[in-house]
């Protein structure tokens, strides 16, 4: 039965988000105007937001990585969120099922535990036995459609006041972009499709597990894969060095080799999304929030770095002008460039660094506010929408290597990645992995 978006749902959405979404605009504006007290009224947001379902906390996990968007207190508690949600009861389960594989869906397994291994922003994980074989089950949670929808119209809440007094970055692109990802997450069948995408990316690649979807037991609802047995990358901060060192290499290699090969980046790397197994390779667990670029844009990418590297202006204003900035000046490159050598600091120098070195989260944060400072003395700046999942799978790597504390020689990982690359090739690349995927999906 296909849900609909219901007003009656948007409607308690809205008064369920009363003390959350909604009043953060209000409490927002408090603190920017009037001064008042931030760091509680950012903890209870915090310990609302973790206690609501839907995409309003990827939202405001996102609407933490926007450059001084929020106050540093809000964005610290916004940063905590993991997208974890108080899970359904098994009565629910139960009639969530019925709804996706007809009654007496449970004949169809070996075994189905009633209470969830994981549970998420737009649904929860139960493990079950299919045919012998160990699987899970992400199931989707009720009238969610309904419920992004209304999350849609907080976040729109949010930037329309912070535009009002602060005009420094035009948000409008970033808007869209946060949007459109959101409501993608809402199709697993779409979820499938990239499942299946990156199961051709990495299909000779050890470094990286992919689950394989059960297709007679998944719908647009519910997605079935075989089970990725791992431990959290968090367990692994006490190993020894040369662990953590070639789980920092396989996390870079899962999250930058597609980008650099196929113009694809997984643009959530929150740590509920990945584990490891026991030789060390990553599991990537979750393919709801997948960015498509165009070759041009990661030639953009690649043109910026070497730039910074050799002190090239003319390839900055190239790389700057591909990806859609307007009025490209030198002072603007000066500013826009502050924030890029923050983002590719560990990768300019042929020697092992430890992330925090060059990239942790308190040079971020000094290089955001200068940025913001900057720019707000030349009239502002309209980022391309591309950059939110950029930014975000940087900062969200940088955060996961922080933890690793590992010495790497990110220069020659990152220049593997890119050396020879070409546009064209890049073009024949993509449209050969699409043409795959879409004949295993009509397997």
């Known amino acids: 039965m296909e849900e609909v978006n219901k007003f009656s749902k948007r409607f308690k959405r809205y008064t369920d988000l009363g003390t959350s979404a909604g009043s953060l605009a209000i409490k927002f504006l408090g603190t920017k105007i009037l001064g008042k007290e931030k760091s509680k009224n950012a903890e209870n947001l915090g310990y609302v937001l973790g206690n609501l379902k839907g995409p309003i906390m990827k939202i405001a996990q996102l609407a933490s990585t ?57 649904g929860q994980v139960h493990r079950a036995n299919l045919d012998g074989k160990n699987v899970v089950c992400k199931l989707q949670y009720s009238d969610m459609l309904s ?59 050890d470094a990286v597990n992919v689950p394989k979807v059960i297709k007679k037991i998944s719908t647009k609802r519910l997605l079935t894969m075989n089970f990725l047995d791992g431990d959290k990358l968090l ?27 196929y113009g694809i980046i997984h643009g959530d790397p929150h740590l509920g999304n990945y584990s490891a197994d026991k030789n060390l390779n990553i599991n990537l667990l979750d393919f709801g929030c997948i960015r498509f670029f165009k070759p041009s844009f990661v030639q953009g990418v690649i043109d910026l770095y070497n730039s910074i590297k050799d002190n090239n202006e003319d390839l900055a204003v190239k790389a700057y002008k591909s990806w859609g900035f307007e009025n490209i000046s030198k002072n603007l490159i000066e500013i826009l460039n502050i924030w890029a050598k923050f983002l590719y600091s560990p990768l300019l120098k042929d020697k092992s660094v430890k992330m925090q070195e060059t990239n942790s989260s308190v040079y971020g944060a000094e290089a955001a506010s200068k940025v913001h400072k900057e720019l707000k ?28 504390d590992a010495e790497v020689n990110w220069y020659r990982e990152f220049h593997s990645l890119i050396g020879g690359f070409s546009q064209k090739e890049m073009m024949v690349k993509q449209k050969n992995l699409f043409r795959i995927a879409k004949m295993k999906e009509n397997l």
């Open 66 to 122: 926007v450059p001084d968007l929020l106050p540093p207190e809000y964005s610290q508690e916004l940063t905590k969120l993991q997208s974890n949600a108080p899970p359904m009861g098994w009565n629910f389960v139960r009639r969530r099922m019925n709804n996706e594989l007809g009654v007496g869906w449970q004949a169809k397994f070996d075994s189905f535990d009633k209470l969830p291994f994981a549970a998420a922003s737009l």
């Open 147 to 205: 419920i992004v929808e209304a999350d849609i119209n907080q976040l729109k809440l949010i930037f329309s006041v912070y535009k009002k007094f602060d005009s420094t970055i035009n948000t409008s692109e970033i808007e869209k972009e946060i949007i459109s990802r959101v409501r993608e997450e809402l199709d697993y069948n779409l979820e499938q499709k990239h499942m299946l995408i990156f199961n051709e990316i990495f299909k000779n690649n």
């Open 235 to 261: 367990n692994f901060t006490k190993h020894k060095v040369s662990h953590r060192k070639k789980l920092a290499i396989n996390m870079f290699k899962a999250w930058y080799l597609p980008f650099y090969k």
């Open 377 to 404: 003395k030349i009239g502002g700046v309209k980022p391309p929408r591309e950059f939110v999942f950029m930014d975000r799978a940087a900062i969200g790597m940088g955060s996961v290597f922080l933890h690793l």
